[in-house]
Every structure is written in structure tokens, then in C-alpha cells.
């Protein structure tokens, strides 16, 4: 059998070691929980390797950064959880490789600008929240 999923909510983590969970390819991990923790960053490699993930929970974190090709290889992502970090921005190709992704939430961050391009990609979005942030252009 194979680990599918990982429920790590409700702890202190402030920090992901490289391959904590893509040790190697045969990764059947499909949902992933960090929800409360201390979360400052998300790394490019703490989800590598992660192409059967479909589920994946960094809410009520104190996330204020993302980097680039933080989700490039999840391309399976049909849920993801932003809501209620410290995010402001957010880099334009964030989202570019998420192409069956369903679900985004971004409630309860401080956004104020969100490039034009950054839900291009997205073409099977069906819910995008991004309430209670400091949006003020559209």
C-alpha cells in the first residue's frame, strides 16, 4: 500500500525539508493539510515530485511569500487553500501549470494587486475566493 495522504494541521512547522514528500517518484501522495501551522515561505522544492497530488491545504499559516515554481509539478491540483496568510503578492506565473485545478482560495490575505495574466491558465477554475483582501483594481 501507499501513503495517500498527509494530514499535518494544527502543528508548529515553520519549515519543510527538501524531499520530505517526493523522496522519489513513486509518489502516490493526493492530498497534502498544513493548515495552521507557522508557515512563513513556500520553497520550490517542498512539492516536487508531487504529480498525483490533488489536494493541498497552506490556510491559517503566516505564508507572506511564495516562490515561482513552488507548484509547477503538481499538475493533478484540483484544491488549493491560501486563505488567511499574509500573502501580497503573488508572481504572475504562479498558477501557470495548475490547468486542472477547480478550487482556489486566496481569502483573508493582504493581496492589493493581481497581475492580468495570473488565472490565465486555469481553464477548469470553477471556484476563485478572493475575499477580504486589499484588492482595489481589478
Known amino acids: ?64 511569500v511564495i516562490e515561482f515554481n513552488s507548484f509547477v509539478d503538481l499538475v493533478r491540483l484540483d484544491v488549493l487553500d491560501l486563505s488567511h496568510n499574509c500573502l501580497v503578492k503573488l508572481h504572475p506565473m504562479l498558477f501557470s501549470n495548475l490547468k486542472v485545478l477547480r478550487d482556489l482560495n486566496l481569502e483573508f490575505n493582504l493581496l492589493n494587486y493581481l497581475d492580468e495574466n495570473i488565472f490565465k491558465n486555469l481553464k477548469n477554475l470553477q471556484t476563485l475566493n478572493l475575499n477580504s483582501n486589499r484588492l482595489d483594481i481589478l
Open 1 to 64: 500500500t501507499y501513503l495517500r495522504s498527509v494530514d499535518l494541521s494544527k502543528n508548529f512547522i515553520s519549515k519543510i525539508e527538501e524531499f520530505t514528500f517526493s523522496r522519489n517518484r513513486d509518489n502516490y501522495i493526493n492530498t497534502i493539510n498544513l493548515k495552521k501551522n507557522k508557515l512563513k515561505i513556500i520553497k520550490n522544492f517542498y512539492f516536487k515530485n508531487l504529480m498525483k497530488l490533488e489536494i493541498l491545504r497552506i490556510d491559517e499559516n503566516q505564508l507572506s
